[in-house]
């Protein structure tokens, strides 16, 4: 079946700009995770979403960094007035079940570059 | 920093030579897992051991845990030129109920032909 899909799969965007990411999650899926992959920080939480609501927003970095789910399925990130420390590898994973320990799937990420 | 370590941060063998990479965390967990990551992209789940097991195998892929250590190792047997790729090790705590995880540093490995 089809997996995670993430769009775009690069964005280069100038500094001040604002930028969607889109994650379309496993079907049926109900728990939705952005994280983000950067040179200096590593793999890092940002967001979890059960169904449309997001019980745990502690790693979103700023408020320029925002989320919604819509219809429990897709998501978007939105990243205002950007900075270039913005600049990094966006992924989102999806779970199913209602057990908060199942194995994540993620898709191919989202290569953002803030010039 | 919550995040954990792993070590080596780069490993590079001959194909047919087992490679294993060790990983420690900070909390108490409810389950490790490793993924494994090709060209800084998506992430490939490979294995999760819960916090009650000790060794769980997959195919060539042998994963132990040592809660009192908080450390895990994944060793990769008769290793192939397709397993170059980076590895992470991954934690859920049980401290939260979510399931965010929280990875470590990862290991880079390059396999020979």
């Known amino acids: 079946g089809a997996g995670v899909s993430q769009s775009p799969s690069n964005k280069v965007t100038e500094k001040g700009k604002d930028v969607e990411l889109r994650c379309d999650p496993i079907?049926?899926?109900?728990?939705l995770y952005w994280y983000r992959q950067s040179l200096g920080q590593g793999l890092e939480f940002l967001i979890y979403?059960?169904?449309?609501?997001?019980?745990?927003k502690s790693g979103l970095p700023s408020d320029r960094f925002s989320a919604e789910r819509t219809g429990g399925s897709v998501s978007t990130l939105t990243i205002q007035r950007t900075q270039q420390e913005d600049s990094a590898v966006y992924l989102c994973?999806?779970?199913?079940?209602?057990?908060?320990?199942?194995?994540?799937?993620f898709g191919p990420g989202t290569r953002l570059t803030v010039l | 920093s919550q995040q954990g370590e792993e070590d080596p941060q780069a490993l590079s063998i001959q194909e047919g030579e087992n490679a294993t990479m060790n990983c420690s965390y900070k909390t108490s967990i409810n389950n490790l897992q490793w993924y494994r990551q090709n060209s800084g992209r998506g992430l490939v789940h490979l294995i999760l051991i819960r916090s009650n097991e000790r060794e769980k195998h997959s195919g060539r892929l042998r994963v132990t845990l040592d809660t009192s250590k908080k450390s895990s190792s994944l060793l990769i047997t008769a290793s192939r030129a397709a397993d170059t790729a980076s590895y992470f090790c991954a934690t859920a705590s049980i401290s939260s109920n979510t399931g965010k995880l929280i990875f470590g540093q990862g290991t880079t490995l390059q396999v020979k032909p």
């Open positions: 994973a999806s779970r199913h079940g209602w057990n908060s320990y199942n194995e994540q799937f």
């Open positions: 979403f059960q169904g449309n609501s997001a019980p745990d």
């Open positions: 079907s049926g899926h109900t728990a």
